[in-house]
């Protein structure tokens, strides 16, 4: 990077104009440089966002043609007689990505705090490898796990047990079958849960150690001084490692639609199989004939896209309403 | 005094518990379908199975050399094509964003990372295959490439912004330009951040399957040089996976052992490069 | 950096020396690409390295992306050949600039599976049995329709859990042909397709889903390939055929269906076998296909092509029965050799 700065300097020659002063003085130092490279490289991700929007818009044109914002609200999926409906994906997706969220931020943030702040160093990073390990087990493999082992051990015990003591909730009647909207945000739970660990621990242990010091050293107990000094001071990054984990299981398609029952309806119970966005259009796309059902499988896509601008930007509200201020990006 | 003291030893001692809970629930889940996988894995792997080219059924002997050869070429295709544009979006979004821009490339970098694979395969489908004709070894680690840049800007960034502000302002006052101090001081300082998010990124498009169906497609062949389609070990267990002969499905655990064990082999040379140069930023 | 410097080494090392044994050792090596169906992917995979072996220029490198993939990058030209479960329809057909030749290859079936505890015995379904527990009209296992035809076999009061495939494939087709053809009802609310709109049921991905799903459920119902029952020792049902003879699917009573169906093959070789006449005929049975255009301007490829579609319908059906495939019936064959003068 250092050759930049001399062929600058020898193009800078200061002008009369303050504005223009001011940026030739910061291109004569390279910081005008540095920055153009590295927005270019911003403006890349931008701009291929845009494309992927713009290929899923004008690959939909029939679904939007006939069905229009019906489309988002119609519950049909009818390959046979062309009636297609996003509704129950939409559902089943939002349903899936709770669940998964609700399981694995706690277990993810708490055991990062505790690699982080109490366990030896030796322990935790041992320990943080293994789960870096997990990120990239193929997600076949995760939904074979779950159809082995998630599925008969929801429908023998878990399940039966929350409908026992939980079954007054509509969120825990109905028939068990194993398969369902539980079993897919388990199974997504394990799935997202590295992410949201490694990265929140490299953000704690990230945090100056003088911090945790003047905490201590005014009489704060461990826990006070990581609850209320280091987790603090990590907080955006913790969230930014839960927004990377819920993108990670909107997305995601092979182990969803082997656990979650692949039927598209909408049900109270959490027992209920159920089909979410990219579970679909995986399983249909490759065999899918014919213009109408390809471009409505698009729009599918299209309206998870959809989907998940809006919940980013509820979460990014929710975010900056709990906190007042605007550490959320 | 006292019984409050005694109450925030409770409170330390309880929160102590339940995150080394948390902890080890997470840990030890993982860790079981880590041996699960190893163990299943494990049995069905043979010297042949890393040399040899995929067989048909029924015949004994048979490996994927092929296709562990091809996930490599498309990894460092991904790596060399993602990689650059992940980092210097992040270092752009922690150092010298401004407000709306900033905004704007972060939402869309989350919105990128949710795009689910078999969209991402079929968008890059419709910009690389089609124009060029065929299916190749760059399409399918372009997919993988445009896949990891989300990960990567995340995790710079938040590791960039994670270094106290007094590092950079201490360079700042020795006269250093702030791009000088940004890439000598702060960048440094976030090194290993930086080095878990890359290495989380490549792992997780390491085990994709549904963007290259379209992309690179696969061989049952070797595939010289990079504009033909190529063998990857994720695409391999699909088809292995879901065949019907039990031969192919123990293949198919062998190839997901196979799999880990690179990204293991991956991980641990990285950490060995960066724990001798940078073992003394660790506190 | 280092290590990636070492990888990239390593790595282009590899191709390197691949690429020498490949044009030193045997000449210039000729790429073949077909795409498609998921079905017949172990018998192509088969009968290509089999190929290989006897020429060694040449590799045919086949991917089952899916019917529905294997028909778009046909007709986007990315790939060769092309390869379904389905033969395209007329309207599908259209969409090519090119001629569109159907070549059966090999032929497969789907059965009914189940899980009904203490019953050890093959039950007997009539075509109206299945299509009503599909339809959700009969739901319980000891429904007349179901007991009537299994005369001492104590079938439970209990409630059928119905199970499909949830991903679209080639097997769905079949079977939902099959159901609109003996069902008149199904055919006007549901139809037939490689995915439809289930009016009961659950559905598990692939057969290993549908199978785990019904291993796993106590009175499930499912359809999966007869491959993966035969391979897999899974329980499967009879079914009543056309000449009213209830049926077990085995590669003979297969290649039977096949073979009852080859006169009207002859008008046009897309024909569906589905319920076919014989009285040996199993009726839940379909052909794969080879899509070849009428037109392929690389001669090699033509040449190849041709002599391999030759080989594969006279040596190559030998090793059709070790895998499980049922072999075509040497009616279809005949009518095959015939259409193979046509590819120019």
Redesign the interface.
């Known amino acids: ?1 250092s050759t930049f700065t001399g062929t600058v300097t020898q193009a800078a020659r200061p002008e009369g104009f303050g504005r223009a002063r001011v940026f030739l003085k910061r291109l004569r ?3 005008e ?3 153009l ?10 701009l ?5 929007v713009y ?2 818009y004008i ?1 939909s044109a029939i679904p939007r043609r006939r069905f229009g914002w019906h489309f988002l609200i119609s519950r049909a999926w009818d390959p046979v007689f062309e009636h297609f409906g996003a509704l129950p994906f939409i559902y089943g997706t939002l349903v899936t990505s709770a669940i998964a969220l609700l399981i694995a931020v ?10 982080a ?3 030896p ?1 030796q322990i935790s990073d041992g ?1 943080t ?14 939904g ?2 779950g159809i082995f ?1 998630v599925i008969p051990l929801l429908r023998d015990s878990v399940d039966p047990f929350l409908q026992k003591h939980l079954g007054f909730l509509p969120l825990f009647q109905g028939p068990i079958y194993g398969v369902g909207f539980l079993a897919a945000g388990l199974v997504l739970a ?1 799935m997202i ?3 949201i ?3 929140s621990r ?2 704690l ?5 003088e911090q945790r010091e003047a905490a201590l050293a005014v009489g704060a ?4 001084s990581t ?1 209320q000094v280091v987790v603090p001071y ?1 907080r ?2 913790i969230l ?2 839960v ?2 984990a ?3 299981a ?5 182990a969803v639609t082997m656990v979650i029952g692949n039927t598209p309806q909408i049900s109270a119970s959490l027992f209920a199989p159920g089909y979410s ?2 579970a679909v ?2 399983n249909e ?2 065999e899918a004939t014919g213009a109408a059902y390809l471009q409505s499988l ?1 729009a599918l ?1 299209l309206a ?2 959809i989907l ?2 809006i919940l ?1 930007g509820v979460a990014r509200l929710l975010i900056l309403a709990t906190t007042g201020r605007g550490t959320a ?1 | 005094m006292r019984y409050r003291s005694i109450w ?2 409770t ?2 001692a309880l ?2 518990g ?6 080890l ?3 030890s ?3 079981l ?2 041996a ?2 190893a163990v299943k894995g494990w049995r069905y792997l043979s010297w042949s199975f890393l040399t040899q080219l ?5 015949e004994a002997g048979g490996g994927m050399a092929n296709a562990i ?1 091809g996930s ?2 498309l990894l ?1 295709v991904a ?1 060399v094509a993602g990689v ?2 992940g980092l ?2 992040g ?3 922690a ?3 401004g407000k709306t ?20 395969g ?2 890059i489908y ?2 690389v ?2 124009p060029m ?3 190749s070894a760059l399409a399918g680690g372009l997919a993988l490439g ?1 896949m990891l ?3 990567v ?3 710079t ?3 960039l ?4 502000g007094t590092l950079l302002e201490g360079a700042l006052a020795l006269g250093a ?4 101090g ?2 000598t001081v702060v960048i440094p300082a ?1 090194f ?2 930086i080095a ?2 890359v ?2 990124s490549l ?2 498009v ?5 963007p290259l ?2 992309t690179s ?6 595939s ?2 990079w504009s ?2 190529i063998a990857s ?3 391999m ?3 292995y ?6 031969s ?1 499905r123990q293949q198919a655990w062998a190839a ?1 052992f196979v ?2 064990a690179l ?2 082999l ?2 641990i ?3 060995v ?1 960066l724990s001798r140069r940078h073992s003394v930023q ?2 | 950096m ?3 410097a070492v ?2 080494v ?2 282009s090392l ?2 390197c020396t ?2 020498a044994t ?1 044009e030193g050792g045997a000449g210039h090596v000729t ?1 073949i ?1 077909i ?1 498609g169906a ?1 079905f017949p ?2 018998i192509y ?2 009968w ?3 190929y ?1 072996q006897m020429h060694p220029t040449i ?1 045919i ?5 899916g019917s529905g ?1 294997g028909i778009e990058q046909l007709r ?4 060769d050949f092309g390869a379904s479960d389905m033969p395209l329809n007329d309207q599908l057909l259209s969409t090519f600039k090119v001629k569109i030749l159907h070549f059966p290859t090999v032929l497969g079936a789907v059965v009914p599976t189940y899980n009904l505890p203490g019953v050890t015995e093959a039950l007997k379904f009539t075509p109206q049995a299945l299509a009503g527990i599909f339809l959700g009209k009969i739901t319980r296992w000891n429904d007349a329709a179901i007991t009537q035809p299994n005369p001492g076999v104590k079938l439970p009061n209990q409630k059928i859990i119905v199970v499909h495939r949830s991903d679209g494939s080639g097997t769905t087709f079949v079977w939902t042909d099959y159901l609109s053809k003996v069902s008149p009802d199904w055919k006007a609310k549901v139809g037939s397709n490689t995915a439809v709109n289930w009016p009961v049921g659950l559905g598990g991905k ?3 889903g549908v199978s785990g799903l019904v291993e796993q459920t106590p009175y499930s119902l499912g359809y999966v ?1 007869l ?2 029952a ?3 020792h899974l329980p499967y049902g009879m079914v009543r055929n056309s000449s009213g003879k209830f049926i077990k699917a085995s590669l003979d009573s297969v290649t039977a269906a096949a073979a009852g169906a080859a006169e009207q093959m002859a008008h046009d070789i897309r024909i569906s076998i589905t319920n076919a006449p014989g009285g040996d005929a199993y009726p839940i049975c379909s052909f794969t296909y080879l899509l070849i255009p009428t037109q392929i301007s690389d001669t090699l490829k033509r040449d190849t092509i041709k002599d391999f579609l030759h080989w594969m319908m006279t040596d190559g059906q030998k090793y059709t029965e ?3 495939y049922a072999p075509l019936p040497q009616a279809v064959v005949d009518i095959e050799m015939k259409q193979l003068a046509e590819i120019q």
Not at chain 1, 221 to 224: A, F, G, I, K, S
Not at chain 2, 18 to 23: D, E, S
Not at chain 2, 217 to 222: A, E, P, Q, V
Not at chain 3, 61 to 65: A, E, K, L, R, V
Request: hydrophobic share 55%.
């Open positions: 990077m130092s390279g910081d440089v540095a920055h490279i590295t927005l270019i490289f911003a403006l890349f991700i931008f291929i966002t845009c494309m992927l290929e899923l690959h706690p277990l993810g943030v708490g055991g990062a705090i505790f690699l702040e109490f366990a160093a320990l490898f293994v789960v870096e390990l997990l990120a990239a087990v193929p997600s076949v493999i995760y074979l796990l082992i394990i849960v590295p992410f660990l490694s990265i490299e953000v242990l990230a945090v100056p150690t107990t461990r826990w006070e609850w990590a955006a990054g930014g490692s927004f990377l819920l993108a990670r909107l997305g995601e398609t092979m966005i990219a259009i995986a796309f490759t698009i896509g998870l896209f998940t601008i980013n990006h | 925030r030893k409170v330390n929160m102590l339940t995150t080394g809970l948390c902890a629930v997470t840990v889940v993982l860790i379908i880590l699960y996988l995929p067989k048909p059924v029924g050869v490599g070429k460092l790596a650059p544009v210097m979006a270092i752009y979004l150092e010298f964003g821009f900033s905004f704007m490339v972060r939402y869309t970098t989350d919105l990128l990372n949710g795009v689910p694979s078999i969209v991402m079929i968008f419709t910009i295959v089609l004709g065929h299916f445009v840049i989300p990960i800007v995340r995790s960034e938040e590791f912004r994670a270094v106290p330009s702030r791009w000088r940004v890439a976030a290993r951040g878990t998010g290495l989380l792992a997780r390491a085990g994709e399957t549904a169906l379209f497609f696969s061989n049952r062949y070797w010289p040089g033909q389609p070990l994720p695409v267990i699909y088809t996976a879901i065949s019907p002969y039990k192919w997901g799999l880990l990204v293991l991956v991980n040379g990285a950490h490069i660790r506190g | 280092v290590l990636a990888v990239l390593c790595l590899i191709s691949h690429t490949n790429l690409n795409a998921t992917y172990p995979s088969k290509f390295d089999v290989h590799e490198n086949y991917q089952s992306i993939g986007a030209g990315t790939v692939g057969n290993e390939e491959i993966y035969l391979q897999n070790a895998l499980s």
